[in-house]
Nanobody, 122 residues
Framework: QVQLVESGGGLVQAGGSLRLSCAASGRTFSRYSMGWFRQAPGKEREFVAAISWIGDSTYYADSVKGRFTISRDNAKNTVYLQMNNLKPEDTAVYYC???????????????WGQGTQVTVSS
């Protein structure tokens, strides 16, 4: 079992930055690939970024490539999402997820956090 808790969301102006954190409990955190997803009101949950269990492979949605960076610290059981040059269309609830495969498909992840709200004003 892995429990995930996101933090770091908030209100920021367009062009600003935020860093999201996802703290995991459980000794097996380092074995899981981790993903960040987001869901805006009235929209489907969408993939944002993912990182392999050892951190040597990362994937990004085209919409965030070059602006967001996913990283992890297995010693701290934490995965991060650094978000720069934020845009109003980035406004959503952001979720972290843990799974056995690095994938863009939400259903392939086994554990999810409760989410953290990110609001970008124009």
């Amino acid at each position: 079992q892995v429990q995930l808790v996101e933090s770091g969301g908030g209100l920021v102006q367009a062009g600003g930055s935020l860093r999201l954190s996802c703290a995991a409990s459980g000794r097996t955190f380092s074995r899981y690939s981790m993903g960040w997803f987001r869901q805006a009101p009235g929209k489907e949950r969408e993939f944002v970024a993912a990182i392999s269990w050892i951190g040597d492979s990362t994937y990004y949605a085209d919409s965030v490539k070059g602006r967001f960076t996913i990283s992890r610290d297995n010693a701290k059981n934490t995965v991060y999402l650094q978000m720069n040059n934020l845009k109003p269309e980035d406004t959503a609830v952001y979720y972290c997820a843990a799974g056995n495969l690095i994938t863009t498909t939400p259903s392939r992840y086994d554990y999810w956090g409760q989410g953290t709200q990110v609001t970008v004003s124009s």
